[in-house]
């Protein structure tokens, strides 16, 4: 819905979706590892059982984002299928089979007066996630901040309402029959911008924010937000070509880090190629990415190997197209080319296709993003790829967590303390 409230109607509402929050909190933090897995398990069966009426709300969404004119990209993401809601299912069933964090033991140690000293993995709470058009969010988020013993309030992006709405009323009617709180995973319900603002600012009830979208949506929550936020990024990603690259193995990984899905955020959308092997390279695959529809902008050494290409720009650099483009540019060297990535980049993912060991530490060592890749598309940049079952984003920022989020970066920790009647001198 899209109702305009007062401010102390949005107050309450947003109050009332937080003490709900806080009580579906202390009630998961009861239940233990075979009782979530239990519910875990019995959610991912509710979602294949339930595909017609996900699929009718996602076909309400598709259709009003297509008549809107949404871009390709998005519309990908958008659009829900039965592959893709048994991904969703298996998503959690992946959860449910992974080790429980919360109670890990992380470290111990005596103090000399007697003191004994455990800290140990705690869920962090309540989380906030607000996110756009990605409906397979809404069961990842559930998933993993469940199985961590945390209540999640959701706020999706507008076009994928009905989609949102269907998986969270699937997953809460199955919490109810399985004797859980049904407000451990609770959807805002308005799309007034002024509720989401203040959704920003509702420190009293929400422990986290994590933002996952576009990055004027990432700016906004960072620049309003009172809650403490795990940034997650945009993904300008790059593939460099290396002098001593395995041509052979180029061509294929450029294609599935560019087109295997473009709206993604591990997608390329910068390629480097080393001068010195431009001619050899250039050709074959500018030929497999015209084959594939990709507009190519590259700079005149480029443009004289592949006469399709555009010229690039300054801003084709720091772009993240989520498109059929890629930007292409000739370095002399592989300082160059780090030098270029880090000056681009958003801290996502890149990749480096070289055969030689020295160059790639350099590169692994030098390049500053949360994932960097030898020899392997930037596509692999995924919770469920690296065996997490999920994740909750990808974490470009450097404090608490950094890459794909998945059950261990949704908990914080606390320290356990025995002692026998000691008191401070």
Known sequence: MENTLTNVEINEYLKSLGMKAQAAKTALQRLDTAQKNHALNR????LVQESERILSANEKDYARAKENGMAEGLLDRLKLTDARIEAMAEGLRQIADLDDPVGEVMETFDRPN?????????????????YEARPNVTA??????????????????????????????????????????RNAIQLIENNDRAVTTAFMKLKEYVDVLIPRGGAGLIRSVVEN??????????????????????????????????????????????????????????????????????????DEAVRAQIPEAHAVTEEDYGTEYLDLILSVKTVSSLEEA?????????????????????????????????????????RFTDGFEFGFGAEIGISTQKLHARGPMGLKELTSYKYQITGDGQVRP
Do not use: W
């Open 43 to 46: 959610a991912a069966d509710a």
């Open 338 to 378: 780090v030098a270029h990535i880090n000056k681009y980049n958003t801290g996502h993912s890149d990749a480096i296709l070289t055969e030689d060991k020295a160059h790639a530490q350099k590169f692994l060592r030098e390049v500053d993003s949360a994932c960097v890749y030898v020899n392997a598309s930037t």
């Open 114 to 130: 007697g003191l004994y000293i455990e800290k140990v993995r705690v869920p962090m709470g309540v989380i906030g996630i607000i």
């Open 140 to 181: 990842d988020a559930f998933g993993l901040c469940f199985k961590t013993g945390n209540a999640v309030i959701l706020k999706g992006g507008r076009d994928a309402f009905y989609s949102n709405q269907a998986v969270t009323a699937v997953i809460g009617e199955t919490m109810e029959k399985e004797g859980v709180d």
């Open 225 to 298: 937000s009172t809650i403490p936020v795990i940034e997650t990024g945009t993904g300008n990603c790059h593939i460099y070509i290396d002098e001593t690259a395995d041509l052979a193995k180029a061509v294929p990984i450029v294609i599935n880090a560019k087109t295997q899905r473009i709206g993604v955020c591990n997608a390329c959308e910068s390629l480097l190629v080393h001068e010195k092997i431009a001619d050899k390279i250039l050709p074959a695959l500018g030929k497999a990415l015209l084959e594939k529809q990709v507009e190519i902008r590259g």
